[in-house]
């Protein structure tokens, strides 16, 4: 702050920022920190009268000197609370198998298994590069690893589950040449216990993206399409900076978007969330929201404030954080809010500590910052189904890609949205296992986080074949699962009494809540699809038995078609899922059961889950 530097405006700047100690400097500069960092760098207070250079914004008073602070802290109620829980509290890290490939995304499918895909030549070379885990077979290496193939290199792909009626996964983008075409697709088939057969399925030469992509995003719109944007021509290459859908319309294109070729390389895997007014788009440090149907922008949202250093910390890949939607509560007429955590900075690589939210589509919007426990790049954010969200993977410092970043944050952290602001983080467990560059969070059917990957390439950090997961508080609170049975998949929106025939083990049929969590797919920080929403329940009978009514969300705007998996919670804790499909009549306008048309694909069809 070169002219407006006063104790005053840094303190206050700091502040914002969740610093609690500021400190001026030759009359211009403004410092932030923590009264715990000056005592562990051992400064030392020095004779008043060596601040003399007064303040370039308030001369009346000094800013310190030749190298020396003026030093001020608040006193009174702290900035921040961050919750430091012990014991079950912290939830635990657990290695539960080793792996076959090093994955850089993971899908948890329909099937109850996850999807690991794996980039051309990082693993040996006698690995598919593709494998589903089945953990029903976690204890037989041999049978838990089923592999699969895919023609071109995934390295670098985004993915989503399609509406149909089967919860195909498809994959887009890759490296390099006909493989940034690539559109990919898998039937998940089989079930815990019982492997599947189907593999992916692809042909450039029947289906291909329109234009080649590494590092797009791929998101389920409302009206049924998908959505793919960004990405580049290939490692450091020209930005790709349009969108397409698919299948594609009539005449369909390329939309051409200036902001990202304005903001490349900045805005690689751009987070992507349905509003009801349109398509929110993160990207490097700005944030807009496009018309739905033309892709023009509609409003152009304030800049995401960076961290305290430097305001042009971005968020998105090479800079990369992470980014969720906060639940969604019946009547689901709260404007929703993005959740963007962590990142860096393209100047000195120095990792953000902070998230911040905004309602996109309230009067004035406008971030609010909450500084984390720690610094985070290439982390992930996993949503749990009891409405918080767990933050884990990545480094204190650096920024993404191979060798980019060495130092990794080996603390989870536990953001809960419904505590006061700047009062939502728990300190965590922590791991022995470095997850950096290619590491992924993905929520299991039981509540668990299945924590993949690191690909690190750095010379210091393994190249990481361990698959841990998280076990989040409610799984070590010792509390019976509650469990149900539903035998309506196949949602409409705004459907009311749905049947789920639930054991609620507290027997306080009270304390029920139902939540519904997107399937996502999760690489580089970004969990695309990811979506939770609670839902209107009533419950009665007797608690081994109960009798719960659920109604379904009111639109494709609040919750775009699709799956999701329904989580029962006993109070705290949440009982293994079951699989949702909503708007189906939406997904078969689109035509998305049929699609592709082509001999190498097999297709669903349209119609119900059960036909
Ligand atoms: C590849 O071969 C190595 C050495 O024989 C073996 O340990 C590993 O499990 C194999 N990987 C796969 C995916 O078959
Ligand atoms: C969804 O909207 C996109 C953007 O306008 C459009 O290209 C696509 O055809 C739409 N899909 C359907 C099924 O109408």
Known sequence: MPTSNSAATCLSLCAQFGYMAAAMEYGSECYCGDDSYLISTGSTQGPEQDCRIPCSGDPNYMCGGNDRLSYYKWVGDPLYVWHTPTGADMGSYQFIIGGVVIPLLTTTGVNNKVMFLEKSGTGPPNTTGTYELDLAFINDFSKAWRPLHVKTDIFCSGGVTLPDKVGRQLNVGG??????????????????????????????????????????????????????????????????????????????????????????????YPFTFVLPSGILVIYYNEARILDEVTFDTKTILPNLPGSVNNPLSGRTYPLEGTAVILPQYPPYNEPLTILVCGGSAERDHMAVDNCVSMQ???????????????????????????????????????????????????????????????????????????????????????????????????????????????????????????????????WNYGQGGIVIIANIPSGDLGSVRVSMLAAVSSTHGNSMGQRTLFLAVACFGPPGEATCLLTAPPNEHIAPPGWYQIFVLDGKRPGHSNWIRIGGVIADAAGIGDWPDFPDFSTPGLGSIDS
Not at 189 to 197: A, H, K, L, R, T
Not at 389 to 418: R, T, V
Request: glycine share 10%; net charge negative; hydrophobic share 35%.
């Open 360 to 490: 996109a589509e309230a009067p004035n919007p406008t971030w609010l910052i909450e500084r984390m426990p720690s610094q985070r790049v290439m982390t992930c954010m996993c949503a749990l189904p009891d409405g918080t969200y767990l933050i884990i993977n990545g480094a204190l410092h650096g920024i993404a890609g191979f060798d980019l970043a060495k130092e990794p944050n080996l603390n989870a952290i536990l953001y809960n949205p419904s505590l006061p602001v700047n009062q939502r983080f728990s300190v965590m467990a922590t791991t022995i296992v470095a997850r950096l560059y290619h590491s992924e969070a993905m929520l299991l059917p039981d509540g668990r986080v299945l924590i993949s990957g690191s690909d690190p390439q750095d010379g210091k950090n393994p190249q990481e074949y361990r698959v841990e997961v998280f076990n989040p508080p409610y799984i070590l609170s010792g509390a019976a699962p509650p469990s149900f049975t539903i035998d309506n998949r196949d």
């Open 175 to 268: 490296w390099s040449g006909t493989a940034t075409y690539g559109v990919r697709i898998y039937w998940p088939d089989g079930s815990p216990g019982v492997p599947g057969v189907n593999d992916w399925q692809e042909n450039h030469n029947e289906l291909a993206l329109l234009n080649g992509r590494w590092y797009p995003t791929a998101m389920i719109m409302a009206n049924g399409s998908v959505l793919v944007i960004g990405g580049e021509i290939g490692a450091n290459g020209p930005p790709v900076p349009t969108c397409e859908v698919l299948p594609r319309p009539q005449g369909g294109y390329a939309k051409y978007l200036d902001w990202l070729q304005r903001t490349d390389p900045n805005n690689l």
